[in-house]
């Protein structure tokens, strides 16, 4: 049983406590890269780089003729340039805006070379750590697209970290698709120029009907409008408006019945004087490996190894680009976390060693299943 310590958990918080402290909104990752490129020079990998899309990687080399493993984690963070970063750090757990997602994720890919070498395991293939831009918001999983792209269908397995989730496996990558709905009118006076029509009233109008689509149950399907925005005075009709809208459901075929019938709405509100524009803007492919792949009932045994509970999950993660094209791949949580994407997102430190353990346990057998 490979077990990790006390100061091996701390020194992977610490890590992870100065990587949320850099900031890394989606297309702005070079600071945190930077950082990460440092870090692996330091270690003598083979090979570090950022490659064409700003990507991190380095390698640790296995034995020649074995299959690679890709181990990636995120860079970037939903937060934008200039949000506030504080840090509390409490006895069991520390507060902060990322520190989960995926500061943790980050900090854990940056130790595991050393995690491996003091519990004595060696991968048998080549292990690449790939630290990735463009997984959150409109990143579009560029990162991990240009990774595959790469890569293809060479690798053993692609294994995501995120720093929260401890006990998931997720085998299921949740479709997602995005769209900007932007209407455009005349505009006018609201008073003198009352009736003509207003782009901001029938962006609601579109928005009403959106809201009043059918969602399947089973599948799972949802639709949140995310953004809202136009108009230039609260005394003018307004002559432009847009709407942002994400559509998931654990079906590819009920995600496309649904933007669907979203862009046959939109469509149907279309008439002289208003003209509704429909841009996609953010897609992420559904796809799923089964709950018996040697690889699920692997993460399955680890786990329950380490006195965990195994929950297989579905989420809209890196793993949904492999995972859509047929490729074996997971995402596994580290730790447990709470408040996600907000200014009191939350680990909690002492489950910690136990999520290391496992990825450790990861390595140390996935070229045997």
Not at 141 to 159: C, I, K, N, W
Not at 219 to 234: A, F, K, Y
Not at 236 to 262: G, H, P, Y
């Amino acid at each position: 049983m490979i077990l990790i310590d006390s100061r091996q958990t701390q020194q992977v918080v610490e890590t992870a406590c100065l990587i949320q402290q850099i900031p890394a909104p989606t297309f702005h990752e070079e600071q945190r890269a930077a950082y990460v490129l440092e870090q692996f020079q330091q270690q003598n990998l083979t090979n570090p780089h950022l490659d064409a899309v700003g990507n991190v990687l380095a390698c640790l080399k296995g034995q020649p003729g074995a299959s690679p493993l890709i181990i990636s984690a995120h860079l970037d963070s939903v937060f934008p340039p200039g949000y506030p970063l504080p840090l509390q750090r409490q006895e069991d757990q520390i507060i902060g805006p990322g520190i989960g997602d995926n500061a943790l994720g980050l900090a854990a890919l940056l130790h595991l070379p050393h995690l491996l070498r003091q519990t004595g395991i060696f991968p048998e293939g080549d292990l690449w750590l790939a630290a990735t831009v463009g997984e959150e918001g409109l990143g579009n999983l560029s990162g991990m697209r240009h990774l595959v792209e790469q890569f293809t269908d060479r690798p053993l397995a692609y294994l995501s970290l995120e720093g929260m989730g401890l006990g998931n496996i997720i085998h299921r990558g949740l479709g997602v698709d995005r769209y900007r709905f932007t209407v455009k009118t005349a505009g006018g006076h609201s008073w003198s120029d009352y009736g003509a029509p207003s782009a901001i009233h029938e962006l609601v109008n579109l928005a009403n009907r959106l809201l009043k689509l059918r969602l399947t149950r089973r599948p799972r399907s949802t639709l949140n409008i995310g953004i809202l925005q136009g108009g230039t005075s609260i005394n003018a009709i307004a002559a432009s408006a847009t709407m942002e809208v994400d559509f998931r459901s654990e079906s590819a075929v009920a995600l496309e019945e649904l933007v669907t019938q979203a862009l046959r709405s939109a469509k149907s509100l279309e008439r002289p004087g208003v003209s509704i524009e429909t841009t996609r803007i953010g897609w992420r492919p559904a796809g799923s490996i089964p709950a018996s792949h040697p690889l699920v009932q692997l993460g399955v045994t680890i786990l329950r190894s380490l006195n965990l509970s195994p929950h297989l999950d579905i989420a809209s993660t890196e793993a949904n680009l492999p995972l859509s094209l047929g490729l074996p791949a997971l995402t596994l949580g580290l730790t447990i976390g709470h408040h996600a994407h907000t200014l009191d997102e939350t680990i909690q430190v002492s489950p910690l060693a136990k999520g290391l353990a496992a990825l450790v346990h990861f390595v140390a057998r996935v070229w045997k299943t």
